[in-house]
């Protein structure tokens, strides 16, 4: 099967002089649900930027289904989707106009966005709050706009940093259901967070990083066995990287 | 507490600093201060003419009275709080008391230096009456002081107040009857009982107030913000300032001209661009305050040609205002992950400014027609429109934005 999003040997950061991703290599496949684990200052979120085409590589390249961006920068924004840490929102547009402008970038058409709004704002208990604008909005409110806006364009990969804070259980429900039927319909999601424990039950691999290097990635189950105790948990395995326990990675 | 001294000390200077910041960029404004000598020189003029005529009927102290009293009851506290306080300086709102002291000594001061100014300017009003003497108007000015000193104090408490609204009526009324009593010379007995019936409500009904209610630091910030806000919107005319960035008014009213024409990609950053026009850092405003005074300058002028030079000028004023649109930060995670090219971005920036400034422009022919009633005005209006329009938008910013 082919990959959605291919990462070959990034090193990147934000100025030439200065690597903050050491040599990462990755691969994300049709539903699969990609766990992006780490430290602060590990390197997430510069690992992001590079997918989004947002920073440019020091070397190494990155494909979304085939297609570099420098390519095809409009066919490659395309098919990505993303999520960000801290939710960011035109402060002049209501909740309907941001969903709007959202689906005619990406394509969609009238009454299948029609559709899908109800349906979304339904399951974030938004659908009395379309036509508010941000600054009335509570943080999760906020974060329930962009989660918004990404799952109703129809990408093939998913970008999500941190996505639960600041969301309220109903809001982190709804997101993972929506999560998993995207990974049902063949998306690729690769999901950035510190709550190691819904990570651990709902991705089906992981990448760990450290000191911007990938330092073990793989299903839960093949990681625990290299690190030699089945019994531990994502927890313990985190924790022991970041103490810098790291001899039975090698 | 000396810390909160010192606290209070290095905001007030930091509040001087950055106002004699703005008001040197304003001085340095050669056309604002031009437009103040002859407003002033203006103004006096027709002050005295308006004298001149006043009859002897005239209710002065009637109108004294209100001004005066709008000034006394006005009463603004600069408490310099702001908005991270109500986390970092609530627990020590017990050790406050000297703070806010200097906050109300502080404003008192201000607002009496105000008072003089006020004083000063309706001096020849009052003083035109044979009755009225200097001694008399230095004794009420005098007397306002005091005015303002009880007015302060009972703003404070007020602060403690469920509901000021109230507290403010009495203390208006009080302090209008007072003034009445003053200016138009009533017995000295009826003004002695008004500052007896002063002390008496201060005492039984301000004073209490403290006692039963907690310090609404909400209000407080609100009423800190909105002093700062004076400075900064009216520097904002003269200078972009970065606090009132990003200000944004819903204006629902306009929405009839925000509609999504058609649902795809060449349309998201035309609605994106014309909603940030309608709605944001008052473009709008700007927008409508050039065209207006662009219509009436035109309108009154003789001449054809200064009618065309007023509105190309302000056809190009405007250009140059509304640029702002376009460099104005989004949102990185919404508009700069659209997967829309540069080239559609730029167009539809351009497209924006265009419509924008043909309306203005055949607007200003229109009113400018009306008082130049010749053919060949209208056309020439027309084209230079045109040309403005096209030329700034398609031509000017195009090559601009494209090749950034």
């Known amino acids: 099967m082919n990959s959605i999003l291919e990462v070959n040997h990034l090193v990147g950061g934000y100025s030439r002089q200065n690597d903050v991703l050491h040599d990462i290599s990755f691969e994300i496949k049709p539903g699969e649900l990609v766990g992006l684990v780490g430290l602060n200052g590990a390197g997430k979120s510069t690992t992001i930027k590079h997918i989004l085409g947002l920073l440019q590589p020091h070397s190494g390249d990155i494909n979304l289904n085939g297609v570099g961006i420098k390519e095809n920068m409009e066919h490659y924004r395309r098919q990505i989707a993303y999520v960000p840490e801290t939710p960011e929102l035109y402060e002049h547009l209501t909740l309907k106009e941001h969903l709007s402008l959202s689906a005619m970038a990406y394509g969609i058409d009238k009454s299948d966005f029609e559709r899908r709004v109800e349906d979304l704002a339904v399951r974030f208990r938004m659908e009395k709050r379309l036509n508010w604008f941000p600054g009335q909005f509570s943080k999760g409110m906020k974060q329930k706009v962009m989660i918004m806006c990404a799952f109703l364009v129809n990408p093939s990969l998913y970008v999500v940093d941190e996505p639960f804070v600041g969301l309220d259980p109903i809001g982190i429900q709804s997101f993972l259901d929506l999560m998993i039927e995207m990974k049902e319909k063949g998306c690729g999601i690769l999901m950035s967070t510190h709550i190691l424990s819904t990570a651990e039950q709902y991705c089906d691999r992981f990448i760990i990083l450290h000191d911007g290097k990938c330092v073990v990635q793989g299903k839960l189950e093949e990681i625990k066995e290299k690190y030699g105790k089945r019994h531990a948990t994502l927890h313990d395995i985190y924790v022991a990287i970041a103490k810098g326990d790291t001899a039975w990675i090698h | ?404």
């Open chain 2, 1 to 404: 507490m000396d810390s909160l001294i010192s606290l209070w000390q290095r905001r007030v200077r930091d509040y001087w600093t950055m106002a004699s910041r703005y008001w040197g960029i304003i001085g340095k404004n050669s056309g604002l201060m031009f437009t103040l000598y002859v407003l002033i020189i203006l103004g006096s003029v027709y002050y005295k003419k308006t004298l001149d005529q006043l009859p002897e009927t005239f209710p002065v102290s009637f109108i004294l009275t209100v001004i005066f009293g709008f000034f006394v009851i006005r009463t603004p506290i600069r408490t310099f709080v702001q908005q991270a306080d109500v986390v970092f300086l609530l627990p020590l709102e017990s050790q406050m008391g000297r703070y806010f002291y200097k906050s109300c000594r502080y404003s008192f001061m201000l607002q009496c230096a105000t008072l003089i100014v006020v004083f000063v300017l309706f001096s020849p009003l009052y003083l035109k009456y044979p009755m009225h003497s200097v001694a008399s108007y230095l004794l009420t000015l005098i007397l306002a002081f005091f005015v303002k000193a009880w007015n302060m104090d009972c703003k404070w408490y007020e602060q403690y107040s469920e509901n000021p609204l109230v507290l403010r009526v009495i203390r208006s009324c009080l302090t209008l009857l007072f003034f009445y009593a003053v200016l138009s010379k009533q017995s000295i007995v009826l003004v002695i009982s008004y500052v007896i019936v002063m002390g008496l409500v201060s005492y039984f009904l301000f004073h209490r107030q403290k006692a039963g209610g907690v310090l609404h630091w909400d209000r407080l910030i609100a009423m800190e913000n909105h002093q700062m806000m004076l400075l900064l919107r009216f520097a904002n005319l003269f200078v972009d300032v970065p606090q009132l960035k990003g200000r944004v008014k819903s204006r629902p009213w306009l929405n009839i001209f925000l509609k999504f024409r058609k649902f795809d990609k060449v349309h998201v950053f035309r609605y994106l661009y014309f909603s940030i026009f309608l709605r944001a850092e008052d473009y709008l405003g700007i927008y409508l305050r050039l065209t207006l005074v662009g219509a009436i300058l035109s309108f009154y002028t003789d001449h054809d040609v200064f009618a065309l030079f007023i509105i190309l000028s302000v056809l190009y004023l405007t250009g140059l205002q509304l640029f702002g649109i376009f460099t104005r930060p989004v949102p990185q995670a919404l508009a700069g992950m659209y997967p829309i090219t540069k080239t559609v971005k730029v167009k539809s920036y351009c497209s924006i400014i265009l419509i924008c400034l043909i309306v203005q422009g055949l607007f200003l022919s229109i009113i400018t027609t009306i008082s130049h009633l010749r053919i060949s005005f209208v056309l020439l209006s027309i084209l230079i429109t045109m040309v403005v329009s096209v030329g700034l938008s398609y031509g000017y910013y195009y090559k601009k934005l494209i090749n950034d």
